[in-house]
């Protein structure tokens, strides 16, 4: 898989990926930063991860093309960095009361509310990586009969740890913020602490597995909230 280098503006250039999204394209990106910020660390301010882009902002108009150049000297295939074995298990209560969307999308799919839930905490979904808020993670994994197109009027406030599908993607909803996703649960767990050094407890690269809870599980975990658990 190679990829094309370009130039988006003097200070900033991406490569982009014409393939489609899976581990095998992750590792490469993976590999990519990290040889990128070891090889080019005074010369890069930031790094940015896409489902099929890696962007860079450069502090030196001519390191551009010394980064052109390092891609035309390399083999992309060898340069793939094994994912993580780590999955973070989290508990989602599937219910209207925490998943407003939840009825609606399921009689959409002409499917039981136990069918779609079952179809969306059987998956294990790859973080990608962060971003439209601190704390959201960008997942691939999601059963192709439960795409469902965003919402045409978003909603004005999202409540913290909703689980939604949007498009061909799941989330969580780290902070309440508008949002265009359709909601179908909640987690208790908090996905965004600034107050530690590294403020998400996962990497890209690892897996979230959905486990469901009930409502009364829901009630005392947010009252005695816990850490996330992996296996």
């Not at 490569?15 to 090889?39: G, H, M, P, V, Y």
Request: hydrophobic fraction near 35%; proline fraction near 9%.
């Amino acid at each position: 898989m190679n990829p094309e280098f370009k130039q988006v503006s003097p200070m900033i250039c991406e490569f982009e990926w014409d393939c489609a999204i899976s581990d095998e394209l992750l590792q490469q990106q993976l590999r990519f930063q990290t040889t990128l910020q070891k090889d080019f660390n005074s010369e890069i301010i930031e790094l940015r991860m896409g489902f099929k882009t890696l962007a860079l902002i450069l502090s030196n108009i001519s390191t551009s093309s010394e980064i052109e150049n390092w891609l035309k000297t390399i083999h992309p295939e060898e340069y793939c960095k094994p994912l993580p074995e780590k999955i973070w298990q989290i508990p989602v209560c599937y219910s209207p009361e925490t998943g407003r969307d939840l009825e609606a999308l399921a009689r959409h799919k002409n499917i039981s509310q136990k069918e779609l839930i079952s179809m969306h905490s059987q998956p294990l979904y790859r973080i990608h990586f962060y971003g439209f808020l601190p704390g959201f993670m960008y997942l691939n994994g999601l059963k192709e009969e439960l795409h469902a197109a965003r919402k045409n009027v978003p909603d004005r406030v999202v409540p913290p740890g909703s689980v939604a599908i949007g498009g061909s993607q799941t989330g969580i909803y780290p902070s309440s913020s508008p949002g265009g996703w359709h909601l179908i649960g909640q987690t208790p767990i908090s996905l965004f602490d600034p107050r530690q050094a590294i403020p998400v407890f996962a990497e890209a690269g690892e897996r979230i597995e959905f486990t469901p809870i009930t409502i009364q599980e829901f009630e005392y975990l947010k009252k005695h909230p816990q850490n996330p658990k992996f296996r």
